[in-house]
């Protein structure tokens, strides 16, 4: 039972991602209704929910999904069509079937949203002029979910699929019983009986069993007839019509019947079919004969041969038993060893160990450096230890990575309920969804995400009227991208509505006092400012935003990801909301430097290159500009920004960083080198420490502070515009 | 060689086009003498015709009480015909796999 437990699980993953990507196919079908691919994907994802969770037990699932899908075989068939109704119909379907997922206690509420849901989609079909069949009108969803049994509620004919792309989906093997009985005379018109069999073979797994009775000794052998016939067990996808194609030339001189008599995917986890039960279906015997040969307390293949049922149907039986049992364990295998999901409490265990690791191997490569000249061979083992730990680094953070694209579409929707509710007509975009991001990065940007979308729907998109007005097309635009900058990923939402009112924002800001009625602020720090605390402009209050908490906790939250959030606007054409965070929070290739005997590390991959200072004898402002490489380059004493005490060295070194404020030069002691940073989060107390992101310990045990070059860039920028004014 | 043993050499097409003359064959060879010894080597085609009639030798061999034996090596073109009719044998195991896949078939009452 364990391993069925286990099993569950992993389907409970595999449906909540099947579900994703459903979710996505049906807001593509809104936008084109008519998509083929889409269709058919939507139909196969349903299919496998149904029949995955037929095989695991959640025959609710199973049998809610199954009239869903039935409903979608009728629009793959040209029957229906997905209109915006039945689309809702089927995202709440999609996020019911999330709930019956959970559900541990067959909660009677959950039943009764099945019911109306699919009593819903009824009324779709009948709005959309579609037809329902017969069933319908004999038994209500309601009795035939009580019921729990698979019963076709719109569908006229059995969903059996039958489009060319889901013929090799796993989900859709059936087993079938195909007896075939060649007339003896069939080698006269030039049938080759192997050959068919070969035929069948192809089309799956096949056990092929010959019935050898009727050959007689060759005495009374004719060569020319046949006197073989077949039962052959075959799993295939393939449709018993394509089954019977085989066949097609022998239907004078060959009896063949063909049955289905097992579908692995929704029986894998039930119990085997018995010997008695398949000699019962295949009408070698009644039921009644079975239990009185049971009854005999006497091995039932013996009993029943000595009633007179023949060695050969008793053995086929058993070789059917046998089949059908190994089709089902291997597809139970097959869903096991094609992916093995991990929990992701292990994979960030696994994380953490590599980064003590990490953090052990640099305090090994510290002492070998004292003892460098007398043990080459200690040495040799420290460098190949650390490229080893590198390599395990990297494999141990690519599989916390998976593609922002996944996050994507639970956007999607969400601009798609709320445009409804707000009556605004959205067309939302999504690029880079391919993009990879820590998973815990990942987990963290959703709500943040989610409420700049929320934004953008509510305070930048103007409603369809207004927007006439303007000259603007009625569908505004919501841009989400994603692309990668370094070991950052930007992601920008941009929205193509009103554009921020920086004089509002003003007005605003001076009534709070957040800023002096006469003072010079730039417009982007103007519209930083709607970052700040229970700030809005919004006029009025709505369910969805405007009331001023939120932009301060986005900022928070991109903060805490050691990322940044920017805004890009212009009035009556746009607003951009650009955030910059890193690829991952747990290890980093850094630059180690030294500043009066404190150790910082720089993110490496910012750092564009490092150059020589020969300090003269004027005294140095905390921010300076310097010319390099004919450019104007802010630069920023780290010593000086930070208070560091000592001595200042004659010659020192800039670290030159690319960063999202730009570029920027920060002044250093001297540098160290490359290290690989475990990151450590600084605690409440230094949180807001300016210019500092994190902390990591090094080999000596000592602990260096992780410089965020962005900041510095800002402030140094910040600090040059204060003079200059 | 032993007087009372017979080589019998198969075709190299056991096919239908040949079965008649090769059931003739061996119908006398099984009367010609006591034990009876096949050579299938150079079988390169065979079909179901011919498989029926190695098959109702051995059953007629076991009715006769003649010793039958299959000699090394039997082409795969054999083992691959056994196979898709169902007969259950590996290749590997040469002349006396089959011959004891064969005898396995007639002690459970199939064949």
């Known amino acids: 039972m364990k391993n069925l437990d286990k099993f569950r699980e992993a389907f409970k993953e595999e449906a909540r991602e099947l579900l994703a990507g459903l979710e996505t196919s049906l807001l593509s079908l809104e936008e084109d209704p008519r998509n083929e691919e889409e269709i058919s994907t939507t139909f196969r994802a349903m299919h496998t929910i149904k029949g995955s969770a037929s095989m695991f037990g959640f025959d609710q699932i199973s049998t809610f999904t199954h009239e869903l899908e039935n409903i979608l075989d009728r629009v793959r068939e040209g029957e229906l069509t997905l209109d915006s109704g039945l689309i809702s119909v089927f995202l709440q379907s999609k996020d019911h079937i999330l709930d019956l997922l959970d559900d541990t206690t067959l909660d009677s509420k959950l039943l009764a949203k099945s019911t109306e849901l699919l009593e819903e989609a009824a009324a779709a079909i009948r709005l959309a002029g579609g037809e329902l069949s017969e069933e319908i009108h004999q038994e209500t969803p309601k009795e035939a979910l009580q019921k729990g049994e698979e019963v076709a509620l719109v569908l006229p004919n059995s969903a059996q699929p039958s489009s060319k792309d889901e013929k090799d989906d796993p989900n859709l093997l059936s087993t079938y019983r195909i007896r075939f009985n060649p007339g003896r005379d069939i080698f006269e018109n030039g049938t080759r009986p192997l050959n068919l069999i070969q035929e069948l073979s192809d089309l799956g797994e096949a056990t092929i069993i010959p019935y050898f009775s009727e050959l007689p000794n060759l005495d009374k052998l004719k060569a020319e007839e046949c006197y073989l016939r077949w039962d052959v067990l075959l799993t295939t996808t393939k449709e018993q019509a394509e089954i019977h194609e085989v066949f097609l030339f022998v239907q004078d001189t060959a009896e063949v019947k063909i049955d289905r008599i097992d579908s692995p995917t929704e029986s894998a986890a039930n119990e085997d079919p018995r010997i008695g039960t398949i000699l019962v279906q295949r009408g070698a015997v009644s039921k009644e004969e079975v239990e009185t040969a049971i009854s005999k307390q006497r091995r039932l293949g013996e009993v029943l041969v000595e009633d007179g049922v023949s060695k050969e149907e008793i053995r086929s039986a058993l070789l059917e038993q046998s089949h059908v049992k190994r089709t089902r364990e291997k597809l139970l295998s097959d869903v096991s060893s094609n992916t093995i999901r991990v929990s992701s409490e292990r994979l960030d265990a696994l994380v953490d160990l590599v980064g003590e690791l990490v953090t052990l191997q640099a305090r090994l490569s510290q002492t070998v450096e004292g003892v460098e000249s007398e043990n080459s061979q200690l040495v040799a083992i420290s460098e190949q230890l650390e490229r080893f730990v590198s390599e395990l680094r990297d494999a141990a953070m690519s599989m916390r990575m998976l593609p922002l694209g996944t996050t994507f579409s639970r956007f999607k929707r969400l601009v798609r309920d709320l445009s409804q509710d707000l009556e605004k007509e959205v067309d939302f975009l999504t690029a880079g969804g391919e993009t990879e991001l820590d998973k815990t990065v990942i987990d963290k940007l959703s709500e943040p995400l989610v409420h700049l979308i929320r934004n953008s729907l509510d305070h930048g998109i103007e409603v369809p009227a207004t927007r006439k007005k303007l000259g603007k097309p009625n569908q505004g635009t919501i841009t989400l991208k994603a692309e990668h900058a370094g070991a950052s990923v930007e992601i920008s939402i941009t929205d193509d509505g009103k554009g921020l009112d920086a004089e509002k924002i003003r007005a605003k800001a001076i009534e709070r006092g957040l800023i002096l009625k006469n003072a010079e602020v730039s417009r982007e720090d103007l519209y930083e400012l709607i970052m700040a605390p229970g700030f809005s402009t919004a006029d009025t209050i709505t369910q969805v935003s405007g009331r001023g908490v939120g932009m301060d906790v986005v900022k928070r939250q991109i903060e805490d990801l050691s990322g940044s959030i920017s805004i890009e606007s212009e009035p009556g054409k746009f607003t951009k909301f650009i955030l910059n965070i890193p690829l991952t929070l747990a290890i980093i290739e850094g630059l180690l430097v030294d500043t009066g005997g404190e150790r910082f590390i720089f993110p490496l991959t910012l750092i564009e290159e490092c150059i020589e200072l020969q300090n003269d004898s004027t005294e140095r402002k905390a921010s300076e500009i310097l010319t390099h490489r004919n450019e104007l380059l802010p630069i920023i004493d780290l010593r000086q920004l930070l208070s560091i005490p000592g001595q200042v060295p004659s010659s020192q070194q800039v670290v030159i960083a690319n960063t999202i404020h730009g570029k920027v030069g920060i002044i250093v002691d001297f540098v160290i080198g490359g290290h690989q940073t475990v990151v450590k989060s600084l605690g409440k107390l230094y949180r807001e420490a300016e210019g500092v992101s994190g902390a990591t310990i090094l080999g000596d045990g000592s602990i260096a502070l992780i410089v965020d070059a962005g900041k510095l860039a800002k402030i140094a920028s910040q600090v040059l515009t204060a003079e200059a004014g | ?111």
């Open chain 2, 1 to 111: 060689m032993d007087q009372n043993i017979l080589v019998f050499n198969f075709p190299t097409n056991a096919t239908l086009e040949h079965s008649a003359v090769l059931l003739n064959d061996l119908k006398s060879a099984l009367k010609s003498k006591k034990s009876l010894q096949l050579n299938l080597k150079e079988i390169e085609t065979i079909d179901l015709s011919a498989i029926q009639l190695l098959l109702s030798l051995f059953k007629t061999a076991v009715a006769q009480k003649r010793e039958l034996r299959l000699l090394d090596p039997i082409p795969s073109a054999v083992f691959e015909a056994l196979r898709m009719t169902g007969f259950v044998v590996n290749p590997d195991h040469g002349a006396q796999g089959l011959m004891d896949a064969i005898k396995h078939y007639q002690l459970e009452g199939v064949l």
